[in-house]
């Protein structure tokens, strides 16, 4: 069975999996002001930190996947918390695929943009700012995925990651990524 491009190596993963928690969490007290005493959100960007530090062996962490932010995000409030809470299951889902590193920069993209009455300029504005905070390592890692909506085999194909504010956001970041 051949690995999808999405995947990266463990290595990178790790490595772009503190990138990832660091996005999602930028955008943690967009959530907890809405949902003050759920500590989900913040347990998966841990478990994301967990994972990149190397503490949290890989199996464990792909069983994990952040599905207890999903099921946050599910029961969150307001759009722009809800959004929050998806970026930290992404960042915690990069264990599994590196891909969703992006898919974390897209969330917290999109919960600041909502946050602020939900402009396409203050995701693009996110964007540029998480490339910012890129390590060199981290964009040669991500610089390898394939660009948003061409390859379906991980989060990166047509779908979830692809639209709106996220996708906005994805895009910016490859943009600035092949620039690099």
Known sequence: MATSPQTLSLDHRRLVAAWAADCAENVLDIFEDAVPDDGRVRASIQQARSFAAGD???????????????????????PASRAAAYAAEQAAAVAHMGAHALGAAGYAAKAS???????????????RGQVAAMTEAVVHALSGLPPLGENRAGP??????????????????????NGH
């Open 156 to 177: 990166l194909g047509p779908g979830r990651l692809s639209g709106g504010h996220v996708g906005v956001a994805i895009r910016a970041i490859q943009e600035l990524l």
């Open 56 to 78: 949290l062996d890989v199996a464990e962490a792909v069983k994990r996947r952040g599905g207890d932010a999903g099921a946050a995000a599910r029961e969150a409030p307001t």
């Open 113 to 127: 943009a909502l946050d602020v009455g939900g402009d396409d300029d203050v995701a693009r504005a996110e964007a």
